[in-house]
């Protein structure tokens, strides 16, 4: 009976001290793809001006973890939407739109982290674009990217 009772709690203390592994994201030279980093530079530069947002908190959210008190971040997503023109003025995401900006050997991924996540939520364009941008990590953090 004390074996059996020390057994089971060796199970329960294996069971609870393992830590869920977050997952790691794809960073190397092909991914993210460089011509899209190259493409999305210009109006990242103009948003982060726009926005006010530091360029730890992209990186952050990009690499990291997910982080919802950063309103200048949010705002920053929204402004890479507009300035790619992939969002219309009440930040519904145009899918096909986003995806003529993915090289075809990523379609796939987009493509399942896009029918994931096709109802926003938010008070306005900001917090619509956090949204998406919040369940495209969920759905595929291993090659969600914010640049």
């Not at 959210?61 to 003025?89: H, Q």
Request: hydrophobic share 35%; aromatic share 10%; glycine share 4%.
């Amino acid at each position: 009976m004390l074996l059996r009772l020390l057994l089971t709690l060796l199970c329960f203390v294996a069971l609870g001290s393992g830590e869920t592994q977050r997952p790691v994201p794809r960073r190397d030279a092909q991914y993210p793809p460089p011509e899209t980093l190259a493409f999305l530079k210009p109006p990242g530069e103009q948003c982060v001006k726009e926005t006010g947002v530091t360029t730890a908190a992209i990186k952050r959210f990009s690499d990291e973890d997910i982080f919802e008190d950063d309103r200048a971040l949010k705002c920053y997503m929204d402004c890479m939407f507009r300035l790619t023109n992939v969002t219309d003025d009440r930040g519904e995401l145009h899918m096909l739109k986003m995806l003529e900006h993915v090289p075809p050997e990523y379609e796939d991924i987009a493509l399942r982290m896009g029918v994931r996540c096709t109802r926003p939520k938010g008070k306005d364009v900001c917090e619509r674009a956090f949204w998406y941008h919040k369940c495209w990590k969920t759905a595929e953090p291993v090659y969600y990217y914010l640049a």
